[in-house]
């Protein structure tokens, strides 16, 4: 599956991060985009150079594994047209900025490009929005979003499955990123089972 990951500026780049393995494990061709603040995030949380990919396929261990690097600011990017659109985009995390401007309609960067663009074509749109409280401008313009398609999958872990450490809290939130996108894990325990 051709997926476009992007990371944004809220706190919680360990999601993008930890998808971003899983996907490469998965055998997947993933393109990452970071905005500046994303990139500034991620190296504050967890010392990570986002505009390194043969770093991190290194850091897992993948050196082989299909991950394209992508400017924010690069709106000649593939990604950028509906002829060339990913199978399916995820935001992990998905500041509240980058929320208001998607639903508004502004494509002023590749990442909301890019998601307009999953929206038009009717393909999968995934959002992982981080942010506590949420304001009634923040839910209005969540909804919006769901109702034009995409689907919001917020940073919620689930205590069912009795997590032992900070990592299951984490693939329990991956893991539902990853049936939001049809693939199978084994990252937590289903309800039930």
Request: proline share 6%; charged share 20%; with cysteine.
């Amino acid at each position: 599956m051709r997926i476009l990951l992007a990371i944004t500026g809220a706190s919680g780049s360990i999601y993008g991060l930890r998808l971003l393995e899983e996907l490469l494990k998965g055998g997947h061709r993933v393109t990452l985009v970071a905005s500046a603040s994303g990139r500034e995030v991620c190296r504050f949380e967890t010392g990570v150079e986002l505009s390194d990919g043969d770093g991190l396929k290194q850091c897992w261990g993948l050196p082989d594994a299909d991950l394209t690097l992508r400017g924010v600011n690069d709106l000649w990017a593939p990604e950028a047209s509906g002829s060339a659109a990913p199978e399916a985009m995820v935001i992990a995390p998905c500041s509240m900025g980058t929320v208001g401007r998607i639903a508004a309609g502004i494509s002023g960067s590749l990442i909301e490009r890019a998601a307009d663009v999953m929206l038009k074509e009717r393909r999968p749109l995934v959002l992982l929005p981080r942010e506590t409280p949420l304001s009634s401008i923040h839910l209005e313009n969540l909804l919006k979003l769901s109702q034009a398609g995409a689907r919001i999958v917020p940073a919620m872990p689930a205590f069912y499955q009795r997590p032992e450490s900070m990592d299951e809290l984490v693939d329990f939130v991956v893991g539902k990123l990853l049936d939001q996108l049809g693939i199978e894990h084994s990252l937590f325990r289903p309800w039930g089972s």
